[in-house]
């Protein structure tokens, strides 16, 4: 239960009360607070690193293109050195690969031509375009708490390098703190995912395959045999690959002969042999990290007061790269039900999270997707089964998670689901 917090102490240095204060500068909190000052309102941002940092999550997916437009981002990107992003393959178990899914074959629009980001490149790229639009950011400022007065956030408490702290007032608190998670963990919202309690160890190789053309930039998603799970392959620039492996934690961290995450990490490329000749003559330039037990959600996106935004709401398994999709949506609902509560005078949680449903809605949608591909859903054998179909698998791959007319795809799977399961027995 919230408690009531000490009388703020210390407001802005211009002197006037901001009407946003934002918890985290990663592109859901950039994107929310961009959003937010392009109307005009003033907002503080507050990270707690200095940028650049180290974040994975390199791949754009196809949907992103909409909110980057909004945030004045594109020519950013068009100009930067990430590598162009066309198309997603598939390669199963066997190493046999699926035809690219061309997003432009699909939607012949500029939005079909994403990137692959560094995102210590694309994160810091984000927060210059939020300063440059009028946000206030403060970097190296821990934000410790969120204040509230009864049920309604009122501001934030912050330390700084130095280790003083001071408060800071709002009339709305975003929480963009990533899985750092300030106000679900504090209001025990947080949902774990009975299903996808995955782990995966990644790092970044030099001098790996290219493949050639506009499929330099493919995500390629590689099975491992028995299909116990996958692997990443993500062409980023300077000839740098980001390659991790998913797969049930238990399978990854139990019962295994060794606890090394490098032994590990070359036990699984010995099970994929899609993945074996990409790896020949490359070198390692990253140590291996891992991520366990990483797909949940909070039971509400907003109160009385406050609002969460990407990771900060909830974090699905990174098979299609929905990532920085999900936290710029989010980012971008939330900075529209923030300017229109702040009009209204009401900035209720039913006003400031009225977006939700349709949102997990959409986040659901991709979760069926992944669920589906971990019970060994075949991209070829469906389009072949239901050629007609192929362009809504292709819109969930792009992101296009917020139409209800992907939903067609749901019962023609199940359906396929239902005989797999009638073979296996």
Sequence with gaps: MPTSPSAPTIVKSNGKKPYVVVIGGGPAGATAATLVAQRGHCVELFERDKFPRFRIGESLIPQTYFVLERLGMLEKLKGSRFVKKYSVQFINQHGKPSEPFYFLDHNPHESSQTWQVLRSEFDQMMLDNARDQGVVVHEGEHVTEVLFDGQRARGIRVKSADGRTRDVPADIVVDASGQSTVLMDRLALRQWDPVLKKAAIWSYFKGSLRDAGKDEGMTVILQ???????????????????????????????????KDHEAIFAEEV???PGLQPR????????????????????RQVAGDGWVLVGDAFGFLDPLYSSGVLLALKSGQLAADAIVDALAAGDTSGERLGHWQTDFVRGMDRMRRLVVAYYEGFSFGHFVKRFPHLKGHIT??????????????VWEPMEEIRKEMAATAD
């Design 395 to 408: 819109d969930l791959l792009v992101g296009d998670l917020f139409d209800e007319k992907v939903d067609a």
């Design 270 to 272: 010995a099970r994929c």
């Design 279 to 298: 790896l020949e003559g490359a070198e390692r330039v990253a140590p291996y990290r891992v991520l366990k037990e990483f797909s949940y959600k909070a």
């Design 224 to 258: 491992t045999q028995n299909r116990a799970g996958w692997f990443w392959y993500i062409p980023l620039h300077d000839d740098v690959t980001s390659i991790g492996v998913v797969a049930g934690f238990d399978y990854l961290f139990k019962d295994r002969a060794t």
